[in-house]
């Protein structure tokens, strides 16, 4: 089984741009697919973006669709998600989490592995 580590949030301005990579540890990254989700305070978890095992299938929420990017490296075992033309709404903590059997999908139940996030700040 895997682990999963987020890292490159911070503080950013609207308009602003910022990398998130979602770094897994164990042999066997490349089986499974990797989702995003973020949880803004006191609001549920959201999906915003998944990459199947092989990089083949994406698949992006509409809020976040034309200005993110998902991709993968899996000789580096690392997942990334670019994300552009930032808002204040796309505050909160971003969580990556992977999945062995179904695919690029967005239902976070469908997940069996979760890192422990990192904060993404977009300041108006």
């Known amino acids: 089984q895997v682990q999963l580590v987020e890292s490159g949030g911070g503080l950013v301005q609207a308009g602003g741009s910022l990398r998130l990579s979602c770094a897994a540890s164990g042999r066997t990254f490349s089986y499974y697919s990797i989702g995003w989700f973020r949880q803004a305070p006191g609001k549920e978890r959201d999906f915003v973006a998944a990459?199947?095992?092989?990089?083949?299938?994406?698949a992006y929420a509409d809020s976040v669709k034309g200005r993110s990017t998902i991709s993968r490296d899996n000789a580096k075992n690392v997942v990334y998600l670019q994300m552009n033309s930032l808002k204040p709404e796309d505050t909160a903590v971003y969580y990556c989490?992977?999945?062995?059997?179904?695919?690029?999908?967005?239902?976070?139940?469908?997940?069996?592995?979760w890192g422990q996030g990192t904060q993404v700040t977009v300041s108006s």
């Open positions: 990459i199947s095992w092989s990089g083949a299938t994406t």
């Open positions: 989490a992977a999945n062995r059997f179904t695919g690029a999908t967005d239902r976070g139940n469908e997940y069996g592995v």
